[in-house]
C-alpha cells in the first residue's frame, strides 16, 4: 500500500508494527485506494469518500497495576459512498478489523478472509478483536495481550485499523479508518457541519450581500432546491460547528493544541476549485459544468466532508442539484 509516496511492504512477523506505521501517513485516519483520471475533487464512479465511527477514540481503563485493560463498548462504523452513475444500484459492503495492513503488492491492502476479522453489522468490538489478535497470530507476543488488554503506551495513542469493501456491479473500492485508544477520557469526538452556504448573483434588494471581486452575492443555503446556471463560478463557504475546534493535549508533545478541521469539496460533475479548505481560507469555489448543445439541464450530486487530524469526520451529501442553461 502507498501512503504519501511511500511504499511499505510488511511480512506476518511484523504485523503488529504495521498497526502502527500507517498511522503516521494517514494523517486524517482514514484512506481509500482507487484510481481515476479525473481530478480528486470530481467523483464519476463508485468511491468511498468518508468513513466515521462514532467514537474516533476510545478510553482505555487501567488495573491497579498500572496496566492499560481494554473496557470499552463496540464501536459504530458508517460509510459515505458515492456511486453518482449507479441509478441507484445497491452497493454492497463488508467490514472487517485489520491484523495485517499490507500485502506484497504496493497499493493493494486486504483485510479479508485470515487477514482480518470480520464486523457483523458495522460494529467493531474491541474485546472480542483483542482476543482474535493474540489466538490468531502466534507472533502478537503474549505479554501484550493480558486480559484483552494492551500493554503498550497509550499516552500517543494505540491505533487498530478497519477495513471497509464496498462493490457495485464491476466496480469496488476499499477503504482503511483508524480508531485509536488512549488513557484519557478527554477523547476526541466527531466535528460537525452546521451547514454549507453558496453565494449566487444578488438581485436587487437583497439585504445580505457579499461582494467578491466586485460583484454582488447573496449567500443563500445550499440545498436541493438551489438551481445553478452552467458554465459559471459559484463560492461555497462552509459552516462549522464551533464546537468542532476542541483543545486537546498531544499525546507527543504534551502540548495543548486546537483542532482546526479541513472540509474536502466532491462534486459528481463541474469542478471545485480546490480538493480541500482550512480554517484560515474556508471558501471554495465550484464551476458548473458546460452543457451540450441540445440539453437543457443536468443534475449534479455533491459530497462535503469535514476531517479533523484525530479520527473525527462528519459529512453533508446533497444529491440531484440542478445545473440549468
Known sequence: MTFGGFTHTISRRTFFFALLLPSAFCLLAFCSCGGSDDPQQVVRKLRILGVRADSPEVTAEFRE???????????????????????????????AACGIIATEIAGNFDCDGENGLALEHSTFRPLSYFAWLSEKYPEFDPALVEESGVTTTLSAGYPVFTWLRASAGDETQVAL???????TDARNTNPEFD?????????????????VDET?????????????????????????????YEQYVDGLSGETKTEEPIVMWYSS??????????????????RSPKLEKD?????????????DLRGGIDWVETKGVRVVR
Open 295 to 307: 440539453e437543457q439541464e443536468r443534475r449534479v450530486d455533491f459530497w462535503f466532508v469535514l476531517l
Open 216 to 244: 454582488p452575492y447573496a449567500r443563500v443555503p445550499f440545498g436541493p432546491g438551489v438551481a445553478f446556471k452552467a458554465d459559471r463560478e459559484f463560492p461555497f463557504m462552509p459552516a462549522v460547528n464551533p464546537a468542532s
Open 65 to 95: 497495576n498500572g496496566i492499560p485493560l481494554i473496557k470499552p463498548g463496540a464501536v459504530k462504523l458508517e460509510a459515505l459512498v458515492a456511486d453518482p452513475k449507479g441509478n441507484g444500484r445497491p452497493v454492497d459492503v463488508y467490514w
Open 269 to 286: 460533475d463541474g469542478e471545485f476549485g480546490n480538493l480541500m479548505s482550512g480554517k484560515n481560507y474556508p471558501d471554495n469555489t465550484w
Open 195 to 211: 451547514g454549507i452556504d453558496v453565494l449566487v448573483p444578488a438581485e436587487a434588494g437583497v439585504d445580505d450581500v457579499v461582494v
Open 177 to 183: 479508518k483508524r480508531i485509536t485508544f488512549i488513557e
